[in-house]
């Protein structure tokens, strides 16, 4: 009983230890970049993930290719240890400059409002530090039994400027 639990401990470093490199994005295009954190986490939990990406620019400055990659692998993460990884899909558009992905699933939900002001949830914190301090806006909507969803907003044009 012990052992197991050390071993199942030990498998769970190694997966977060793994999650912490970023593979090169540096020439990668935001389609190419969501692909991949898409599949790497079917990989590592078996989950689906559907894609849908409409036309998106072919480059944008680095750290919103970082922001983008950690804000989809902690969403998706957050919705597989929550929601089983029921129904989840990364969708991804352009309104005039700006860049909008959606992170949802179909799981269980909770009430918003209680758990976006609190700094007990370390990962919804971070993401949204991540999006806001590129001048971004993050939102989550999520509701008991109605799923989850993660709002991103990325300026690209204002991002320009960004080295």
């Known amino acids: ?15 977060i230890s793994c999650g912490l490199g970023l593979p090169h994005l540096g020439n990668l295009t ?14 590592r939990t078996g989950a689906r993930v559907t894609l849908n990406l409409d036309t998106l620019p072919e480059q944008a400055p680095l750290p919103i290719k970082i922001t983008l990659y950690r804000v989809i692998q902690e969403a998706l993460n957050n919705a597989f240890r929550h929601a089983g990884g029921l ?16 992170i949802s699933d ?4 909770f009430d918003a409002a209680q758990v976006v002001g609190s700094d007990e949830h370390l990962g919804l914190v971070g993401m ?14 999520s ?3 109605y799923g989850t969803t993660v709002i991103v907003r990325l300026q690209l044009q204002a991002a320009e400027g960004i080295v």
């Open 106 to 109: 179909q799981g269980p939900g």
């Open 128 to 141: 949204r530090e991540r999006v806001e301090s590129l001048g971004g806006r993050f939102r989550i909507e």
């Open 30 to 43: 935001l389609a190419e970049i969501m692909v991949r954190v898409g599949r790497t986490h079917e990989r």
């Open 143 to 145: 509701e008991p039994n």
């Open 87 to 102: 129904n989840q899909q990364v969708r991804a558009r352009c309104e005039e400059c700006d860049l909008i992905v959606e």
């Open 1 to 15: 009983m012990i052992e197991s639990s050390l071993n199942h401990a030990m498998q769970e470093v190694r997966a």
